[in-house]
């Protein structure tokens, strides 16, 4: 199995920023992608920024393009999540999770690829 523990959330003004972390246990990059997904109230989850299974440029969602950015850190077992430029609507649970790779060079941005999630993270943004 993998463990996955996401933590960096908070409560941040409208323009501010936060950097989540992803902690993931150690060997799974070798087998498996790793994707920042959300979930706000009443609201389906839905992907922020996965890491290509080719480890290219990670895919953004057009809401968060140009002011999130996620990075990983492989020898420290760690998927950040930098999000500058924060509005109220990205007020959500955030959540990593794990994904078996399965072909090269794809973006896993569906709920259902992923096999492994971690507790998820709370981060509120006011107005």
């Known amino acids: 199995d993998v463990q996955l523990q996401a933590s960096g959330g908070g409560l941040v003004q409208a323009g501010g920023s936060l950097r989540l972390s992803c902690l993931v246990s150690?060997?799974?990059?070798?087998?498996?992608?790793i994707g920042w997904f959300r979930q706000a109230p009443g609201k389906e989850r839905e992907a922020v920024s996965v890491?290509?299974?080719?480890?290219?440029?990670?895919y953004y969602a057009d809401f968060v393009k140009g002011r999130f950015t996620l990075s990983s850190d492989i020898a420290d077992n760690t998927v950040y999540l930098q999000m500058n430029s924060l509005k109220p609507e990205d007020t959500a649970i955030y959540y990593c999770?794990?994904?078996?790779?399965?072909?090269?060079?794809?973006?896993?941005?569906?709920?259902?690829?992923?096999?492994?999630w971690g507790q998820g993270t709370q981060v509120t943004v006011s107005s």
């Open positions: 890491i290509s299974t080719s480890y290219g440029s990670p």
């Open positions: 999770a794990a994904a078996s790779v399965l072909a090269p060079d794809t973006y896993y941005t569906n709920v259902r690829d992923y096999d492994y």
């Open positions: 150690e060997g799974a990059f070798d087998d498996y992608t």
